[in-house]
């Protein structure tokens, strides 16, 4: 579990170019389809129920994101998620709001229930909501937990059985075993909407090509932080941060990854 | 109602990040949560019925914005704007495309009758046919109005209690008594897909933290072309404009506004 | 069919600006938005069944575009393709995965069935597919095509009595008798998502003005491949290639077409 892990991961999605289905939210659905095609993989968006498993059955890996849900939306990621767990490829939840309404946390929970999920990325309210600790979440960008993230994330990962990613200054990625730290980022990360939204993507299309998830995760968080570091020295607002982000993401080689990660085990 | 009055509801959205509730449509929702986050206040898009009222009830203005309506979607923002009045937060109308479909027209009628809406904000064709005048749209960005629009917002405004906003190279902002005529802005705005969607989420980010929505939109709309004009300085085209654009939002400051708003009471 | 009548088609959209109703995805209907601006006519997103008849009746031209489909949204575009064909405009269909589900093959073949369509534009394995010829697609950007696609192209369009375009390094346009094609492009352009869907709203523009769909289909790529090309210069990687490109497209005028066309008749 070196930065050179990490980076052969990068390399591996740019020969491979897996294809990455998403079924995710309206506002940062353009985004995700961009940030992965910077990084080298395919993205495909599809949510009628009638072709869902159809295209599962073409792709690597599987982005399911709460943000603008829906009923028959969901029903839909129940369907893809259980074609992504017949076909064997990754399913990454993004329980986007969880906690804010109770939709919202039902559905993440039901596809915590009905799925096995590979790997669950949320602030540290969405994710305390899910482990059942004490948290808050106002609408998708405020959210706090009450106790040690690190702990809730441990006890979840361990409980469901799936890899736990807390996006935050730090990130923390764990499967209840091994706990990652990653300090790579940006302030600027997180006055761009859908960056979040981003970071999910990442995390799929590493954990297509990757049969360690806390690995995966952490090399995708790693990239994503990497290029948004890059990024901030050439903005001078959200916006130009954003073409910067998206262009260093295409531009980014192994090599910065294995120069610049700053990954930690805990 | 001096330019002070507009730069002290900056600060105040600052401070308090307001979180704005958005039913809106698909082809400008991500413009949407940006300009929000630019702003300084934060976004939410929720629009299924059966988490509308619970996320209205954490939010502190309520954004309907018709551009890509559906049945189902106009019973959503039935739902939300009923609770949105009943907790007593501003709820802002932008009746996008109203006159060009009877739909359109008949959705714009129905909240507005349904609801206490606190700022409908259009062009002059759009508020021309909601007020019952001799109006024009095609599609949703030609329109034209029979008749002085400052007298047509006017009556509008009265009749229904609302403010209401006309959009154009001078806005005009009316409660039916007080007129206000902002001139800043630049042609360049005309020439984005969104900027009449983004002046309605700043003009819901504004109401979050006011009291009085005639110089609440004002103010916004100050903002919004103040910002506009930094932008096209910097431009050299739609999307080098559109990126400028947001970052000046995002380092607009109180004294920008002292200094640069152009509002004249009529 | 020389530059200048390519040239004439975009002096024709700055003078007219036609409106182009879009039925289509949600990925990229911002794009389509302003991709639409740029080039100098005005877009109208509308899909309620309710209302689609009434957009259409005041559109120049239809886009339809199923590259996030749903069954109630085919319904849409069968309504107001019937619409369009009753008001003799011109209906664009862009088959966006046809061939990678079952839904989508079968729902661009129905509108291929039941609507008079002016112009077919995919990529080689989606008009393949329609074409009957073997083919393979893979999500919505991978795909290829047994034997030559001229051939396949040609015949698809006389049997189908449609100009057929077939985008790639050199884009495909025939009716059937002439062939023409378009070495205008930039690699870069592959890499961003969503400039397919915009290629397909630039032929709506371009045939909105036009009665020869040859031409028009062969301007519309020539003039997004110019500007394509001139983007290239500018860009650091795929997001500062997009701000360019729009950039572009609004700055692009006749004499451009002119001088860079590079579209020849086989």
Redesign the interface.
């Known amino acids: 579990m070196t930065s050179h892990s990490f980076a052969e991961l990068l390399s591996r999605i740019r020969i491979e170019?897996p294809?990455i289905?998403h079924i995710t939210?309206?506002?940062?659905?353009?985004?995700c389809?961009?940030v992965t095609?910077?990084i080298g993989a395919?993205?495909?968006?599809?949510?009628?129920p009638?072709?869902v498993r159809?295209?599962v059955a073409?792709?690597d890996a599987l982005v399911l994101n709460i943000?603008?849900?829906?009923?028959r939306q969901v029903g839909a990621m129940l369907s893809a998620g259980r074609e992504a767990n017949a076909c064997d490829i990754p399913v990454i939840l993004d329980p986007v709001?969880a906690g804010?309404?109770?939709?919202?946390t039902e559905s993440a929970r039901m596809l915590l229930d009905a799925l096995h999920i590979a790997v669950v990325k949320g602030n540290a309210g969405e994710v305390g909501v899910l482990a059942g600790a004490d948290a808050q979440v106002?609408?998708?960008?405020?959210s706090s937990i009450g106790g040690d993230p690190v702990t809730v994330a441990r006890a979840f990962a361990e409980d469901a059985g799936i890899t736990v990613v807390i996006s935050g200054a730090t990130d923390i990625v764990t499967d209840g075993k091994r706990v990652l730290l990653v300090d790579n980022g940006h302030e600027m990360m997180g006055?761009?909407?859908?960056t979040g939204c981003m970071a999910a993507s990442l995390a799929g299309a590493f954990a297509a090509v990757a049969g360690d998830y806390v690995v995966s995760s952490a090399a995708a968080l790693a990239a994503f932080g990497i290029a948004g570091e890059k990024a901030a020295a050439l903005a001078?607002?959200?916006?130009?941060f954003?073409?910067?982000?998206?262009?260093?993401l295409?531009?980014l080689i192994p090599d910065d990854i294995v120069r610049d990660a700053r990954v930690r085990l805990l």
Not at 100 to 104: E, G
Not at 138 to 142: L, S, Y
Request: aromatic share 4%.
């Open positions: 170019r294809l289905h939210n309206a506002v940062t659905i353009n985004d389809a961009n095609l910077c395919a993205p495909v968006m599809a949510e009628a009638e072709e159809e295209m073409m792709a943000g603008t849900l829906s009923r709001g804010a309404t109770r939709m919202r106002r609408g998708v960008d405020f006055r761009l909407s859908g001078s607002g959200p916006y130009s954003r073409t910067a982000l998206f262009d260093e295409a531009s």
